[in-house]
Nanobody, 124 residues
Framework: QVQPVESGGGLVQAGGSLRLSCAASGRAFSHYAMGWFRQAPGSERDLVAAISWSGRSTHYADSVKGRFTISRDNAQNTVYLQMNSLKPEDTAVYFC?????????????????WGQGTQVTVSS
């Protein structure tokens, strides 16, 4: 199993950038697809981006396409979410999660291990 731990959240002005990191302890990190989810107050948790075992396949929510980029470094057991052109509506707690499926998993139920989340706040 793996244990994801997120970092890199914070407060940023609209139009700015942040890079989230997720370090996953445990063995066989490269055998887990990874995903970033977010949850705003009063809203459900939604998928933001997902990446396959190898990193060659990715999936993005329509709301972040062209602005966010997910990547991974299997040698460092880390997955990243580069967020550019941030908007106030991107404000949420961002969660990193690991899935045993090899492809970018889009369903929350396919994820087995979750981090505690990191707050991202975008001011207008």
């Amino acid at each position: 199993q793996v244990q994801p731990v997120e970092s890199g959240g914070g407060l940023v002005q609209a139009g700015g950038s942040l890079r989230l990191s997720c370090a996953a302890s445990g063995r066989a990190f490269s055998h887990y697809a990874m995903g970033w989810f977010r949850q705003a107050p009063g809203s459900e948790r939604d998928l933001v981006a997902a990446i396959s075992w190898s990193g060659r396949s990715t999936h993005y929510a329509d709301s972040v396409k062209g602005r966010f980029t997910i990547s991974r470094d299997n040698a460092q057991n880390t997955v990243y979410l580069q967020m550019n052109s941030l908007k106030p509506e991107d404000t949420a707690v961002y969660f990193c999660a690991a899935s045993k499926v090899p492809t970018p998993a889009t369903l929350e139920t396919l994820y087995d291990y979750w981090g505690q989340g990191t707050q991202v706040t975008v001011s207008s």
